[in-house]
């Protein structure tokens, strides 16, 4: 079993739990023997984040659910844990479209001391319904959210939230929703703490730079996050309108988009901290002269 132990934001103690290919193939480690072998792992009782990254044969129907029942079957022995990621894999170990991820209903419930909670992969991903009291962050990273996942986090009870990122994705890899799922998300959605909001990775960028700095949200946060996406000069031009009426965000992530060079220079000069890094340009079609663009994170 792989692992990093190093200390994070919290100055807490972490550590990644990971099966290597020989362990899974030759040894029959799989998502039923992860909790197990890091309940015996003498480390356990004093780590604060708890980092979980390739179970098994995450890709071929190997989904997580046993991690996470086993989880809130050992609830008591994890009430240490105040950071839980699940599926930190690198493309190299499981393409995120094929991540196979599972229901977290009951873990709210189970662990109420949780601070953070980072997912990644959308397959049979179900969060149920969100109610949690001390929450701070809630990060899903996919290469396509379905719409139901968007919507459990609209009715989340998340009154402590302060940061949210969301990776919207492609259809071909989940996203089975629209404009206007994004929309009612950002119109229902009630997180009276945040400060950290990132809708991203979607080909509809400019779009959802247009709703999100017309929503009520746009006025708390300090931290707008629209990276990942095929955000062009159309969002470019809404951003340098709006942003300036904002006094209260401090920080723009648009890197990873396809803004022009010009619209660039005009962002960064921004009197914030801007990130417009990573600026590309669409493919074109000889054919019919369409522009392809696509978003960061997909499969």
């Known amino acids: 079993m792989s692992f990093i132990l190093e200390d994070n934001s919290y100055k807490a103690v972490s550590k990644r739990y990971s099966y290597q290919y020989e362990e899974y193939e030759e040894q029959g480690k799989s998502a039923e023997t992860m909790i197990p072998d890091i309940l015996n792992d003498e480390d356990f009782p004093k780590l604060k984040e708890l980092i979980i990254g390739n179970w098994g044969d995450a890709g071929a129907g190997d989904d997580c659910q046993p991690v996470i029942d086993d989880i809130i079957e050992n609830k008591e022995r994890f009430s240490n844990i105040e950071s839980l990621f699940i599926g930190d894999m690198e493309y190299d170990e499981c393409e995120v479209s094929w991540i196979e991820q599972g229901d977290y209903s009951k873990l709210w419930e189970a662990m109420p001391q949780l601070k953070q909670l980072g997912i990644k992969g959308s397959i049979d ?4 319904d ?3 009291e001390n929450l701070e962050e809630l ?3 996919c290469g396509g959210i379905g719409s139901d996942v968007i919507e459990a986090i609209q009715k989340a009870k998340l009154p402590h939230l302060k ?4 990776y ?3 259809e071909e890899y989940g996203f089975d929703g629209d404009e206007n799922t994004i929309k009612a998300f950002l119109e229902q959605a009630d997180f009276p703490e945040l400060t950290y909001l990132g809708i991203v990775n979607s080909e509809m960028q400019d779009e959802i730079t247009e709703m999100v700095l017309n929503s009520k949200f746009i006025g708390q946060i300090s931290t707008l996050d629209l990276s990942m996406g095929t955000l062009t000069n159309k969002g470019g031009a809404l951003l340098l309108e709006k ?19 010009e619209m660039v220079e005009k962002l ?4 914030i901290e801007v990130d417009a890094s990573e600026n590309g340009t669409a493919d074109i079609d000889e054919d019919d002269g369409y522009a392809y663009r696509s978003p960061m994170l997909t499969e």
């Open 125 to 128: 991903l179900e969060l149920g």
């Open 139 to 141: 990060c899903i990273v």
């Open 163 to 166: 940061r949210l990122q969301i």
């Open 268 to 271: 960064e000069a921004l009197p």
């Open 243 to 261: 942003i300036p009426q904002y006094p209260n965000i401090q920080i723009l992530d648009v890197h990873y988009n396809y803004l022009s060079d």
């Open 168 to 170: 919207i994705g492609v």
């Open 130 to 132: 969100i109610c949690h």
